[in-house]
C-alpha cells in the first residue's frame, strides 16, 4: 500500500522560510512534486523531480525561492520554501507519478497535506 506522508508545515512571517517533507513507502516513484491549494482555489503545480534530480521543474510564482530535492536512500522528497508570501498559504500535497507532473491530472498518489500559513 503506497502511502505518502508530509511534514514541516506551520506558521512562518512573511520573508520566512519552512522546509517541508514528504516520506514514501509502499512503492518507487519516478516523479514526486507538491502541488497546493488555497481555499477557493484549484489543486495547483508547485514543483517536480525526477528521481536523480536532474529533471526538475516549479511553477512560475515560486522560481527562485523553493527548491525541490529528492532522498532517494530514504524515499523522502523536500520542498524548501524561502522569501515567503502571504500568497503562498495554501494546503501543501506530496505527490508521486511516473511521468512530469505538471497537472493533477498526472499524479498516481496524492498525501494527506499539511497546512502552510504565511504572516505579513
Known amino acids: 500500500q503506497v502511502q505518502l506522508v508530509e511534514s514541516g508545515g506551520g506558521l512562518a512571517q512573511a520573508g520566512g522560510s519552512l522546509r517541508l517533507s514528504c516520506a514514501a513507502s509502499?512503492?518507487?516513484?519516478?516523479?514526486m512534486g507538491w502541488f497546493r491549494q488555497a481555499p477557493g482555489n484549484m489543486r495547483e503545480f508547485v514543483a517536480q523531480?525526477?528521481?536523480?534530480?536532474?529533471?526538475?521543474s516549479y511553477a512560475d510564482s515560486v522560481k527562485g525561492r523553493f527548491t525541490i530535492s529528492r532522498n532517494n536512500a530514504i524515499h523522502t522528497v523536500y520542498l524548501q520554501m524561502d522569501s515567503l508570501k502571504p500568497e503562498d498559504t495554501a494546503v501543501y500535497y506530496c505527490?508521486?507519478?511516473?511521468?512530469?507532473?505538471?497537472?493533477?491530472?498526472?499524479?498516481?498518489?496524492w498525501g494527506q497535506g499539511t497546512q502552510v500559513t504565511v504572516s505579513s
Open positions: 523531480s525526477d528521481r536523480r534530480g536532474d529533471s526538475v
Open positions: 505527490a508521486a507519478g511516473a511521468t512530469v507532473m505538471r497537472s493533477k491530472y498526472d499524479v498516481h498518489f
Open positions: 509502499g512503492g518507487t516513484f519516478s516523479r
